[in-house]
């Protein structure tokens, strides 16, 4: 196999992920309420985020054959390859029900748990993040860094929950303990708010219970950006490790004091 070129090929994910947003922002136009099935508890999905996984695998499969895939609606799989891609179609399906922003395409190529380039599109906002290993982060084609606020009383951070109940300590006393120390907003999409932390907009997002189609993109858009991403014991190796704290390296500590002290 020949060494692989991360620009051209972050390239033609570039295009490949603004094809299928505007699939996205079509369908949104058409589906009805009876086609919506719920996978678990408040955990939505449609025929359009099959479809779009479909499309986007038909063509990674065109643009990188020798790699495996792990996707959130099961459209194909990884069998032992030595890359992978990671996908979800729709990050924030209940936000896209609902024709809220935000929502996003997330898509990224990883080799064990070390991501080589991520794409992240907001069709709604006509937003392109991206990156490729060590290289810079993008939106739009303009380099992007993450914040410069230092304290926890300056931060907007943004905070997800898990779809069920989960050893995450007692939610309302951590989201207590928190917006006490900092302004704290929950939108619904994990990849869309973590690429809001790389172009500066949120100091920090943080998350429970996270699946690598959620975080695997977005996280090497803000380590390029000169963000931070660990879990919230701080290992960096965290894809697949489910917990996750993304911030402009900053506040990094002060936050994951505060996660860890209710999921050891």
């Known amino acids: 196999m020949e060494a692989?070129?991360?620009n051209r090929l972050c390239a033609r994910v570039r295009t490949l992920a603004l094809e299928v947003g505007e699939f996205l922002k079509e369908e949104r136009m058409k589906f009805i309420f009876e086609d919506i099935e719920e996978k678990g508890k408040n955990n939505f999905v449609t025929y359009v985020d099959r479809e779009a996984e479909?499309?986007?695998?038909?063509n990674l499969h065109r643009f990188f054959p020798e790699a495996g895939?792990?996707?959130?609606?099961?459209?194909?799989?990884?069998?032992?390859?030595?890359?992978?891609w990671i996908v979800d179609p729709i990050d924030g399906t209940t936000n896209y029900i609902h024709n809220a922003a935000p929502y996003c395409i997330s898509i990224a190529l990883v080799k064990g748990s070390e991501t080589l380039l991520g794409v992240v599109y907001l069709p709604q906002e006509d937003e392109l993040y991206y990156a490729v290993k060590d290289?810079?982060?993008?939106?739009?084609?303009?380099?992007?860094?993450?914040?410069?606020?230092?304290?926890?009383?300056?931060?907007?951070v943004g905070f997800g929950t898990p779809y069920i109940d989960?050893?995450?300590g007692n939610m309302p006393e951590i989201w207590a303990e928190l917006s006490k120390k900092c302004s704290i907003r929950c939108k619904g999409s994990a990849a869309a708010e973590t690429c809001q932390v790389a172009k500066g907009t949120a100091d920090a997002y943080i998350h429970n219970q996270?699946?690598?189609?959620?975080?695997?993109a977005a996280l090497l858009i803000v380590r390029n950006a000169g963000g931070k991403v660990t879990d919230f014991k701080g290992t960096e190796d965290c894809l697949f490790g489910r917990t996750f704290i993304a911030s402009n390296k900053l506040i990094h500590a002060d936050l994951q004091e505060i996660m860890f002290k209710y999921h050891p």
Request: hydrophobic share 45%; glycine share 6%; charged share 20%.
């Open 54 to 58: 479909r499309r986007i695998v038909v």
């Open 4 to 6: 692989l070129d991360l």
């Open 166 to 168: 989960q050893p995450f």
């Open 135 to 156: 290289g810079m982060a993008y939106l739009n084609d303009e380099v992007i860094t993450v914040s410069s606020f230092a304290t926890l009383p300056e931060a907007y």
């Open 210 to 216: 996270l699946s690598p189609w959620d975080m695997a």
């Open 69 to 84: 895939y792990i996707t959130e609606e099961g459209t194909a799989s990884t069998h032992g390859e030595m890359y992978a």
